[in-house]
């Protein structure tokens, strides 16, 4: 199974947890009044600036900032909403160490593409399972009988998803072959190939160009995540973010196909905005 972040679970709502000053205050002057009139007595003044409120409402502020700081607490003691050193401690009682320069997400998503997979076997996911425990290997693609029967093909990235260098191959290799290799394999390491998308299309809009190119180029990178044809329409559509009224003159690498990407290939998108 391959997770992606969009695939997690979002918080659920907790009301008790979420409560504004406001909300707090309100619910003391509701049974402040309801005790007055049980027990005969006028109601206490609440307004801004009365004994009531001078005196409540600030407790009311810090029980607030309290809910916030047990909301945070909480949700550390889950690997899909924790981070900093909580994440960490998930992933050491694992088994599995950050790496150097390794961010919570990507860490995050180790641990879970780990959680997800039966280890063992020398399946795919195996060999991209061990090769991600390397320090400075941030993606991995694994390729059974590529060369022949027995063959196992890995393509990786560095943590900036850059494509290693053959130096670093090799060192992955011979430490994969020794401590990770399940007997008979034939194993080869390689940097990912790179696979360019350039993206043209002239746009309708009021707003900056240049701060159009990221939003459009993130857009699209999700989209592109784990698929291996982009279809060309669907590609059109993700132009038209915020400040985009139409486009025209769009292509993709100069055409105005659906574009097939390589499933070893590491993407990076190029846009050109007129």
Known sequence: MNVKLTDLPALPPMAILEETPEDIYRRWVNRAITLAKERGMPPPPTDDGEYFYDLWYPIAMEISEQQELLTYAFIQAFPIWADNEFLDGHGWSDGIPRKEGEDDDTYRMRLLDRAFAEEGSGRQKDYEAWAK????????????????????????????????????????RAWMWEERRIAGHDLQVHPAPVFTLHIEAKLTTTVDLVSLKEPIRKRIMEYAAGRNKLMYNYVGALLLVKGVEDYSQFKLNDNTEDVVVKNNSVLQVEVILT
């Open 133 to 172: 425990e390397m320090e400075g290997v941030g993606g991995a693609i694994a390729r059974e009988k590529e060369r022949h029967d027995n063959s196992i093909d890995l393509y990786l990235t560095d943590l900036q998803g850059q494509p290693i260098t053959e130096e670093f191959s090799e060192t992955v």
